[in-house]
Protein backbone atom coordinates (compact mmCIF):
# COMPACT_ATOMS: atom_id res chain seq x y z
CA UNK A 1 0.00 0.00 0.00
CA UNK A 2 1.82 3.04 -0.91
CA UNK A 3 2.37 6.57 1.50
CA UNK A 4 0.81 9.39 0.81
CA UNK A 5 -0.65 12.69 2.38
CA UNK A 6 -3.65 14.75 1.76
CA UNK A 7 -4.49 18.24 2.70
CA UNK A 8 -7.47 18.63 0.27
CA UNK A 9 -10.01 16.29 2.56
CA UNK A 10 -10.52 16.07 5.92
CA UNK A 11 -10.94 12.41 6.57
CA UNK A 12 -7.87 10.05 5.45
CA UNK A 13 -8.00 6.68 7.50
CA UNK A 14 -5.09 4.66 8.51
CA UNK A 15 -4.70 1.14 7.98
CA UNK A 16 -5.98 0.51 11.67
CA UNK A 17 -9.09 2.59 11.20
CA UNK A 18 -9.57 0.49 7.27
CA UNK A 19 -9.64 -2.31 9.79
CA UNK A 20 -11.95 -1.50 12.37
CA UNK A 21 -14.08 0.77 10.41
CA UNK A 22 -14.62 -3.27 7.90
CA UNK A 23 -17.77 -3.37 8.48
CA UNK A 24 -19.01 -0.38 8.15
CA UNK A 25 -17.38 -0.13 4.83
CA UNK A 26 -19.34 -3.39 3.30
CA UNK A 27 -22.44 -1.62 4.83
CA UNK A 28 -22.41 1.73 3.20
CA UNK A 29 -21.28 -0.16 -0.05
CA UNK A 30 -24.91 -2.26 -0.17
CA UNK A 31 -26.47 0.84 1.05
CA UNK A 32 -24.81 3.03 -1.90
CA UNK A 33 -25.31 0.34 -4.09
CA UNK A 34 -29.16 0.64 -3.91
CA UNK A 35 -29.23 4.47 -3.45
CA UNK A 36 -27.54 5.30 -6.85
CA UNK A 37 -30.29 2.86 -8.45
CA UNK A 38 -32.95 4.85 -6.78
CA UNK A 39 -31.13 7.89 -7.47
CA UNK A 40 -31.42 8.04 -10.91
CA UNK A 41 -34.38 5.86 -12.12
CA UNK A 42 -36.46 8.25 -9.77
CA UNK A 43 -35.17 11.33 -11.05
CA UNK A 44 -35.48 10.22 -14.53
CA UNK A 45 -39.24 9.48 -14.00
CA UNK A 46 -39.94 12.50 -11.58
CA UNK A 47 -37.86 14.61 -14.63
CA UNK A 48 -40.36 13.30 -17.17
CA UNK A 49 -43.28 13.67 -15.11
CA UNK A 50 -42.08 17.74 -13.96
CA UNK A 51 -42.03 18.08 -18.45
CA UNK A 52 -45.68 16.68 -18.45
CA UNK A 53 -47.18 18.63 -15.98
CA UNK A 54 -48.61 21.60 -17.20
CA UNK A 55 -49.95 22.88 -14.29
CA UNK A 56 -47.19 24.14 -13.19
CA UNK A 57 -45.70 27.39 -13.92
CA UNK A 58 -42.36 27.53 -15.98
CA UNK A 59 -40.07 29.22 -13.40
CA UNK A 60 -41.02 26.00 -10.46
CA UNK A 61 -40.77 23.58 -13.60
CA UNK A 62 -37.40 25.00 -14.38
CA UNK A 63 -35.99 24.98 -10.84
CA UNK A 64 -37.86 21.40 -10.08
CA UNK A 65 -35.91 20.25 -13.33
CA UNK A 66 -32.46 21.85 -11.97
CA UNK A 67 -33.04 20.03 -9.10
CA UNK A 68 -33.40 16.70 -10.19
CA UNK A 69 -30.33 17.26 -12.45
CA UNK A 70 -28.42 17.42 -9.68
CA UNK A 71 -29.83 14.69 -7.81
CA UNK A 72 -29.35 12.10 -10.98
CA UNK A 73 -25.53 13.46 -11.27
CA UNK A 74 -25.31 12.36 -7.57
CA UNK A 75 -27.02 8.80 -8.32
CA UNK A 76 -24.44 8.83 -11.84
CA UNK A 77 -21.13 10.05 -10.47
CA UNK A 78 -21.34 11.19 -6.77
CA UNK A 79 -21.91 7.60 -5.31
CA UNK A 80 -20.70 4.79 -7.45
CA UNK A 81 -17.45 7.17 -6.76
CA UNK A 82 -17.55 6.51 -2.98
CA UNK A 83 -18.72 3.01 -3.30
CA UNK A 84 -15.25 3.35 -5.59
CA UNK A 85 -13.50 4.11 -2.09
CA UNK A 86 -15.07 2.41 -0.13
CA UNK A 87 -13.91 -1.18 -1.92
CA UNK A 88 -10.14 0.46 -2.11
CA UNK A 89 -10.53 0.88 1.17
CA UNK A 90 -11.97 -2.68 2.31
CA UNK A 91 -8.79 -3.73 -0.59
CA UNK A 92 -6.56 -2.02 2.20
CA UNK A 93 -5.72 -0.24 -0.80
CA UNK A 94 -6.04 4.03 0.38
CA UNK A 95 -6.51 6.05 -2.49
CA UNK A 96 -4.04 8.79 -3.23
CA UNK A 97 -4.73 12.56 -3.23
CA UNK A 98 -5.72 13.29 -6.69
CA UNK A 99 -8.54 10.50 -6.23
CA UNK A 100 -10.24 12.04 -2.93
CA UNK A 101 -10.34 15.54 -4.08
CA UNK A 102 -11.74 13.94 -7.85
CA UNK A 103 -14.76 12.58 -5.32
CA UNK A 104 -15.08 16.21 -2.99
CA UNK A 105 -15.00 17.83 -6.58
CA UNK A 106 -18.20 16.09 -7.79
CA UNK A 107 -19.85 15.58 -4.18
CA UNK A 108 -19.39 19.19 -3.53
CA UNK A 109 -20.50 20.18 -7.20
CA UNK A 110 -23.77 18.25 -7.01
CA UNK A 111 -24.44 19.07 -3.34
CA UNK A 112 -23.77 23.04 -3.30
CA UNK A 113 -26.14 23.08 -6.44
CA UNK A 114 -28.46 21.39 -4.83
CA UNK A 115 -28.70 23.30 -2.36
CA UNK A 116 -28.86 27.10 -3.63
CA UNK A 117 -31.47 25.83 -6.30
CA UNK A 118 -33.59 24.47 -3.09
CA UNK A 119 -33.13 28.05 -1.90
CA UNK A 120 -34.27 29.69 -5.33
CA UNK A 121 -37.03 27.79 -5.41
CA UNK A 122 -38.11 28.57 -1.76
CA UNK A 123 -37.00 31.88 -3.05
CA UNK A 124 -39.41 31.41 -6.19
CA UNK A 125 -42.27 30.32 -3.66
CA UNK A 126 -42.01 33.82 -1.85
CA UNK A 127 -42.51 35.66 -4.19
CA UNK A 128 -45.36 33.84 -5.78
CA UNK A 129 -47.07 34.09 -2.35
CA UNK A 130 -46.00 38.28 -2.23
CA UNK A 131 -45.90 39.31 -5.73
CA UNK A 132 -49.37 37.59 -6.29
CA UNK A 133 -50.41 39.06 -9.67
CA UNK A 134 -47.32 40.57 -10.18
CA UNK A 135 -44.91 37.42 -10.00
CA UNK A 136 -45.68 36.66 -14.03
CA UNK A 137 -44.20 40.09 -14.75
CA UNK A 138 -41.83 40.16 -12.24
CA UNK A 139 -40.12 36.67 -12.28
CA UNK A 140 -39.64 35.46 -15.96
CA UNK A 141 -38.96 32.16 -17.23
CA UNK A 142 -36.03 34.14 -18.93
CA UNK A 143 -34.39 35.25 -15.00
CA UNK A 144 -35.31 31.85 -13.49
CA UNK A 145 -32.69 30.05 -16.25
CA UNK A 146 -30.51 32.58 -16.14
CA UNK A 147 -30.67 31.74 -12.25
CA UNK A 148 -30.14 28.15 -12.86
CA UNK A 149 -27.61 28.75 -15.64
CA UNK A 150 -25.74 30.71 -12.33
CA UNK A 151 -26.20 27.98 -9.83
CA UNK A 152 -24.27 25.59 -11.75
CA UNK A 153 -21.50 28.13 -13.03
CA UNK A 154 -21.22 29.01 -9.29
CA UNK A 155 -20.98 25.28 -7.75
CA UNK A 156 -18.45 24.27 -10.66
CA UNK A 157 -16.34 27.01 -9.66
CA UNK A 158 -16.73 26.98 -5.82
CA UNK A 159 -16.09 22.49 -6.10
CA UNK A 160 -12.51 23.65 -8.15
CA UNK A 161 -11.42 26.01 -5.26
CA UNK A 162 -9.70 22.35 -3.70
CA UNK A 163 -7.03 23.27 -6.40
CA UNK A 164 -6.11 26.33 -5.21
CA UNK A 165 -7.01 27.11 -1.94
CA UNK A 166 -6.16 25.44 1.69
CA UNK A 167 -8.63 23.38 3.28
CA UNK A 168 -9.48 25.73 5.69
CA UNK A 169 -10.39 28.16 3.84
CA UNK A 170 -12.52 26.02 1.53
CA UNK A 171 -14.01 24.43 4.35
CA UNK A 172 -15.17 28.13 5.84
CA UNK A 173 -16.31 29.56 2.71
CA UNK A 174 -18.41 26.37 2.30
CA UNK A 175 -19.77 26.60 5.96
CA UNK A 176 -20.01 30.35 6.02
CA UNK A 177 -22.14 29.67 2.27
CA UNK A 178 -24.08 26.96 4.02
CA UNK A 179 -24.85 29.12 7.55
CA UNK A 180 -25.99 32.04 5.19
CA UNK A 181 -28.34 30.04 3.25
CA UNK A 182 -30.07 28.34 6.00
CA UNK A 183 -30.73 31.70 7.99
CA UNK A 184 -32.14 33.76 4.60
CA UNK A 185 -34.16 30.48 3.86
CA UNK A 186 -35.84 29.94 7.36
CA UNK A 187 -36.29 33.32 7.54
CA UNK A 188 -37.94 33.08 3.77
CA UNK A 189 -40.11 30.26 5.23
CA UNK A 190 -41.76 31.71 8.18
CA UNK A 191 -42.64 34.97 6.16
CA UNK A 192 -44.17 32.47 4.16
CA UNK A 193 -45.52 30.61 7.01
CA UNK A 194 -47.23 34.43 8.11
CA UNK A 195 -48.77 35.37 5.00
CA UNK A 196 -50.32 31.91 4.43
CA UNK A 197 -52.07 32.38 7.74
CA UNK A 198 -52.63 35.89 6.83
CA UNK A 199 -54.49 34.95 3.93
CA UNK A 200 -56.45 31.84 5.72
CA UNK A 201 -57.91 34.93 8.57
CA UNK A 202 -58.79 36.87 5.46
CA UNK A 203 -60.69 33.91 3.82
CA UNK A 204 -62.60 33.26 6.71
CA UNK A 205 -63.48 37.13 7.72
CA UNK A 206 -65.20 37.75 4.27
CA UNK A 207 -68.67 36.70 3.47
CA UNK A 208 -69.62 33.33 1.39
CA UNK A 209 -70.87 35.73 -1.59
CA UNK A 210 -67.13 37.25 -1.44
CA UNK A 211 -65.91 33.93 -1.60
CA UNK A 212 -67.18 32.76 -4.49
CA UNK A 213 -66.62 35.94 -6.76
CA UNK A 214 -62.98 35.22 -5.80
CA UNK A 215 -63.52 31.34 -6.60
CA UNK A 216 -65.14 32.21 -10.10
CA UNK A 217 -62.17 35.08 -10.78
CA UNK A 218 -59.87 32.14 -9.72
CA UNK A 219 -57.71 33.71 -7.72
CA UNK A 220 -58.36 31.53 -5.04
CA UNK A 221 -57.04 28.82 -6.68
CA UNK A 222 -54.34 30.18 -7.71
CA UNK A 223 -53.44 30.78 -4.33
CA UNK A 224 -54.20 27.31 -2.88
CA UNK A 225 -51.87 25.75 -5.84
CA UNK A 226 -49.34 28.39 -4.70
CA UNK A 227 -49.71 27.07 -1.25
CA UNK A 228 -49.00 23.66 -1.72
CA UNK A 229 -46.58 24.04 -3.69
CA UNK A 230 -44.86 26.05 -0.87
CA UNK A 231 -45.72 23.62 1.61
CA UNK A 232 -44.53 20.91 -0.58
CA UNK A 233 -40.81 22.58 -1.31
CA UNK A 234 -40.92 23.34 2.27
CA UNK A 235 -40.67 19.31 2.94
CA UNK A 236 -38.32 19.73 0.25
CA UNK A 237 -36.01 21.98 2.82
CA UNK A 238 -36.72 20.19 5.53
CA UNK A 239 -35.39 16.97 4.56
CA UNK A 240 -32.27 18.09 3.22
CA UNK A 241 -31.30 20.16 6.27
CA UNK A 242 -32.07 16.56 8.05
CA UNK A 243 -29.93 14.89 5.34
CA UNK A 244 -26.93 17.16 5.33
CA UNK A 245 -26.72 18.64 8.94
CA UNK A 246 -25.42 15.47 10.87
CA UNK A 247 -22.09 15.76 8.13
CA UNK A 248 -21.89 19.39 8.71
CA UNK A 249 -21.62 18.87 12.08
CA UNK A 250 -19.28 16.35 12.29
CA UNK A 251 -16.75 18.39 10.06
CA UNK A 252 -16.55 21.09 13.02
CA UNK A 253 -15.63 18.37 15.53
CA UNK A 254 -11.69 17.84 16.29
CA UNK A 255 -11.42 14.75 18.49
CA UNK A 256 -8.24 12.48 18.10
CA UNK A 257 -9.10 10.21 20.77
CA UNK A 258 -12.80 9.14 19.19
CA UNK A 259 -11.12 9.13 15.49
CA UNK A 260 -12.69 5.83 14.65
CA UNK A 261 -16.47 6.42 16.12
CA UNK A 262 -16.48 10.59 14.07
CA UNK A 263 -14.70 8.15 11.04
CA UNK A 264 -17.70 5.60 11.01
CA UNK A 265 -20.34 8.13 12.01
CA UNK A 266 -18.68 10.11 8.79
CA UNK A 267 -19.57 7.12 6.46
CA UNK A 268 -22.87 6.89 7.43
CA UNK A 269 -23.44 10.48 7.31
CA UNK A 270 -22.63 10.46 3.82
CA UNK A 271 -24.75 7.70 2.95
CA UNK A 272 -27.29 10.10 4.56
CA UNK A 273 -26.88 12.64 2.14
CA UNK A 274 -26.67 10.38 -0.84
CA UNK A 275 -30.26 9.42 0.83
CA UNK A 276 -31.76 13.04 -0.19
CA UNK A 277 -31.25 11.87 -3.83
CA UNK A 278 -33.62 9.45 -3.89
CA UNK A 279 -36.07 11.48 -1.09
CA UNK A 280 -36.74 14.17 -3.05
CA UNK A 281 -38.90 12.27 -5.82
CA UNK A 282 -40.72 10.83 -3.25
CA UNK A 283 -41.00 13.79 -1.59
CA UNK A 284 -42.64 16.01 -5.04
CA UNK A 285 -45.24 12.53 -5.61
CA UNK A 286 -46.29 13.22 -1.65
CA UNK A 287 -46.71 16.73 -1.78
CA UNK A 288 -47.37 17.90 -5.30
CA UNK A 289 -50.71 16.54 -6.72
CA UNK A 290 -50.10 17.44 -10.27
CA UNK A 291 -46.79 15.97 -10.07
CA UNK A 292 -48.31 12.77 -8.61
CA UNK A 293 -50.61 12.02 -11.15
CA UNK A 294 -48.52 12.26 -14.03
CA UNK A 295 -45.87 10.09 -11.91
CA UNK A 296 -48.63 7.57 -11.75
CA UNK A 297 -49.64 7.86 -15.98
CA UNK A 298 -46.07 7.54 -16.67
CA UNK A 299 -45.73 4.10 -14.46
CA UNK A 300 -49.37 2.75 -15.81
CA UNK A 301 -48.05 3.55 -19.70
CA UNK A 302 -45.09 1.91 -18.87
CA UNK A 303 -46.63 -1.37 -17.25
CA UNK A 304 -49.35 -1.49 -19.99
CA UNK A 305 -46.32 -1.60 -22.61
CA UNK A 306 -44.58 -4.32 -20.73
CA UNK A 307 -47.78 -6.86 -20.51
Not at 72 to 77: A, C
Not at 135 to 161: G, M, P
Request: aromatic share 12%; glycine share 2%; charged share 15%.
Amino acid sequence: MAETSCDAVHYLPTLSEVQKLHSSYIANCVFNSFLSYTAIMLNIVTIHAIRKTSSLPKQLKTLLLSLAVSDIGVGLLGEPFYISLLVRWLQKDIPDCIAYNGFFIVIRLFSLASYLTVVAISVDRFLAIHLHLRYQELVTYQRVVAVVVSVWVFSVLISLTTFWLATEISSVALSSIGTACVIATTTIYWRIYLALKRHKNQMEAIQLQEIREITQNGNMANFASIRKSAVGVFYVYLVFLVCYLPHFLLLLIHAPSFAVIKHTLELYSMTLIFLNSSLNPVIYCWKMKHIRRAIMNILRNFIRRHH
